[in-house]
């Protein structure tokens, strides 16, 4: 059975930083791309960071980039999603996924259960 369990979210300040993690299990990681999106209360899911399955390639929305950075652990199976200078916009719940074919479009296969992050002014 495959689980992508998040977690790091909280509640910060604008301009402060925030990490979150995403654990797989349950398939092989190394063949993973993977990804994360986030969703605000009444907006459609918005699809930020992925990470190719070797980790050699990365993408990033136009909203997160230059501030987002995403990674991987294989030894972990582990993806992250470094977050800094947070802004009230950034809040939303955060979810990783999992695809194994296409990177981008990203079209995920297995979604986690989100992490909330709640940014104040």
């Known amino acids: 059975q495959v689980q992508l369990v998040e977690s790091g979210g909280g509640l910060v300040q604008a301009g402060d930083s925030l990490r979150l993690s995403c654990a797989a299990s349950g398939l092989t990681f190394s063949r993973y791309h993977m990804g994360w999106f986030r969703q605000a209360p009444g907006k459609e899911r918005e699809f930020i960071a992925a990470?190719?399955?070797?980790?050699?390639?990365?993408y990033y929305a136009d909203s997160v980039r230059g501030r987002f950075t995403v990674s991987r652990d294989s030894a972990q199976n582990t993806v992250y999603l470094q977050m800094n200078s947070l802004k009230p916009e950034d809040t939303a719940v955060y979810y990783c996924?999992?695809?194994?074919?296409?990177?981008?479009?990203?079209?995920?296969?297995?979604r986690g259960q989100g992490t909330q992050v709640t940014v104040s002014s």
């Open positions: 996924a999992a695809n194994r074919v296409v990177f981008i479009p990203f079209q995920d296969d297995y």
């Open positions: 990470i190719k399955s070797s980790g050699g390639s990365t």
